[in-house]
């Protein structure tokens, strides 16, 4: 009202700014109502992706395969379908893994969340996955692997946590692990591995601790794994190497 009482007595051009500038604050409001309106609908636009050679988002319902990589998701996204198999989340930057985070992922056997940013503070991140066979939590900020972090997942074979900076473990953070048959936790900051930790890993055929700090491994560490084939371990003297029991 007080804009019509105004614009007759302007000149033509300054009338046209004013003009000019009502409608560009309002193709602003529009444009960022829908802008609003996408993220919320669609919380991984095209505009998200940090790697357009590597983005990939797309669900393949025959092999009920789940990918979601190079996207830039700062948190696990929340709508992996229920009944997929494998899920793929590389390359993101979430950093944390609330409780129950994958809960209703009942049948999935592999899960990636390699190149992010979490920190694995968190207990039972992992807790209704029981069906999971291969976890991948590579290059992340893990340092501290503490009780129950890998809580319900028994059916676990394969464990990945290379490239992080992990210098302290929980003696009995691998209990419920009875099932794992591949460790990898090289190139980490490890400098002790305290003994009997490794016991309740019955069914451990490889086991990867090359650069790391471990200068050397207390006897009993070997203690009970009786499949143990393969120790990968540099800046050890193979002579400290303790043999698996018998």
């Known amino acids: 009202m007080v804009l019509d009482?105004?614009?007759p007595i302007l000149p033509f051009s300054e009338f046209f700014l004013v003009h000019l500038h009502v409608l560009t604050k309002s193709e602003v409001a529009v444009s960022t109502f829908f802008a609003v309106v996408l993220l919320v609908l669609c919380p991984h636009v095209d505009?998200?992706?940090?790697?357009?050679?590597?983005?990939?988002d797309?669900?393949?319902?025959k092999t009920r395969e789940f990918y979601r990589t190079f996207w830039g998701l700062t948190e696990v996204p929340r709508d992996i379908p229920a009944e997929a198999l494998k899920v793929n989340l590389y390359g993101?930057?979430?950093?944390?893994?609330?409780?129950g985070v994958f809960s209703h992922l009942t049948q999935c056997t592999f899960l990636s969340l390699g190149n992010n940013d979490i920190a694995l503070r968190?207990?039972?991140?992992?807790?209704g996955l029981p069906a999971l066979k291969e976890l991948r939590l590579y290059n992340n900020s893990i340092s501290v692997l503490q009780l129950g972090v890998f809580s319900g997942l028994t059916n676990l074979t394969t464990l990945t946590l290379e490239g992080n900076q992990i210098s302290q473990i929980n003696g009995q953070v691998f209990t419920e692990l009875e099932s794992?048959?591949?460790l990898r936790i090289y190139s980490n900051r490890i400098s002790v591995l305290q003994p009997g930790m490794l016991s309740p890993l019955k069914n451990l055929k490889r086991l990867s601790l090359m650069k790391n700090q471990i200068t050397h491994i207390e006897e009993g560490t070997f203690d009970n794994l009786h499949f143990l084939h393969?120790?990968?371990c540099t800046g050890i003297n193979s002579q400290q190497l303790p043999q698996p029991s018998s």
């Open 5 to 7: 009482s105004v614009l």
């Open 47 to 56: 505009t998200a992706c940090t790697n357009r050679d590597r983005c990939r």
């Open 58 to 61: 797309e669900y393949n319902q």
């Open 92 to 99: 993101n930057a979430i950093t944390s893994l609330p409780a």
């Open 122 to 127: 968190e207990k039972k991140s992992f807790s």
């Open 180 to 182: 794992l048959e591949t």
């Open 230 to 232: 393969g120790v990968f």
